[in-house]
């Protein structure tokens, strides 16, 4: 194999478009506490790049055998990565996403622990359990509640917001289950009606709105008007191929569907920075959305 053709193999397997969920998670946790995010948000994102990426590559060494069958073409099963590059990768990055947590300080450390946990526990046995989606829905909680413990050691103020995200990633979890054979209607359905929840209720602005100090003035003259903007963003990322995928459950449309899910993320990450006062997260947040859809046509993040 050449060097461009190794290197997109494991761009493949780390599905790096993906990453541009990654960071609005910490930030929108940051923006639940009082302060700005600063040095130690660095290390907090760096962490949770790698343990988002250490789940992806663990992902498809527990997957290997499953995908030999339906996804030949993948990396592993097609031979382009070992399975020992592959399992050695996510113990290293487990290792540098911990040690990196660490840098941000003993509460960020607390979190993360159980976050690498929570992503070990899910690719090596949870995700073929009814308890899957909640296990992945909990690691995407505690990402966002790493921002907040970074940022003032407390975790509290962040909890609605954790919780929200929580939400639209169980759906989006929930849907994924059936990508690969195609799924059923009722579920695409359902993430259907909880994505216009979300959306609905975010762009109105239920919940308190207490964000960090001095990002305030920024968004004074309209946050809601950002707020209302970015929630309608996740909406229109997430419906139209949920709605596909309802009204025909085949392969192709739920693949589909689950990448919207995962790049809907962005603008519900952003949306929860608008809602909590912090107008600066949330249009740097913002601005990865149309990256994680340029790549994403290269490289599919599912």
């Known amino acids: 194999m050449t ?3 190794r290197v997109s193999a494991w761009v493949e397997l780390l599905r790096l478009p993906a990453l541009f969920t990654v960071p609005g998670d910490v930030l929108a946790g940051v923006a639940t506490v009082p302060g700005h995010p600063g040095p130690r948000t660095l290390w907090a994102i760096s962490s949770s790049l790698c343990l988002y990426e250490a789940g992806m590559a663990l992902n498809d060494w527990a997957d290997r055998a499953e995908d030999a069958a339906e996804r030949p073409h993948r990396p592993l099963p097609s ?19 911990l040690a990196l947590a660490a840098r941000a300080g003993r509460p960020a450390l607390a979190v993360a622990a159980p976050l690498a946990a929570t992503v070990w526990a899910y690719d090596l046995g949870l995700k073929r359990t009814p308890a899957g989606p909640a296990a992945m829905a909990t690691a995407r909680a505690l990402d966002l509640l790493l921002g907040a413990a970074t940022a003032s050691g407390r975790v509290r103020p962040a909890l609605p917001s954790a919780a929200l995200l929580g939400t639209h990633t169980l759906a989006v979890t929930t849907v994924s289950r059936h990508e690969t054979q195609g799924g059923a209607p009722l579920t ?4 259907l009606a909880a994505t216009g929840a979300l959306a609905l209720g975010l762009g109105r602005g239920f919940g308190p709105a207490q964000g960090p100090l001095g990002e305030h003035q920024l968004g004074a003259t309209g946050p809601g ?6 929630a309608l963003a996740y909406a229109a990322t997430a419906a139209r191929p949920y709605l596909h995928a309802a009204l025909n459950p085949s392969p192709p449309l739920t693949q589909k569907a689950v990448g919207g899910g995962i790049r809907a993320t962005i603008p519900l990450q952003a949306t929860l920075s608008a809602r909590a006062g912090a107008p600066v997260s949330a249009l740097i947040t913002a601005a990865l959305a149309p990256l994680a859809a340029r790549f994403a046509k290269k490289v599919s993040v599912t």
Do not use: M, Q, S, V
């Open 79 to 97: 031979g382009r990565i070992r399975p020992t590059a592959a399992l050695t990768t996510a113990c290293a990055l487990t290792a540098t996403g």
């Open 225 to 230: 008007t950002l707020r209302a903007a970015l």
């Open 3 to 5: 060097g461009e053709g």
């Open 188 to 191: 695409a359905l359902t993430a």
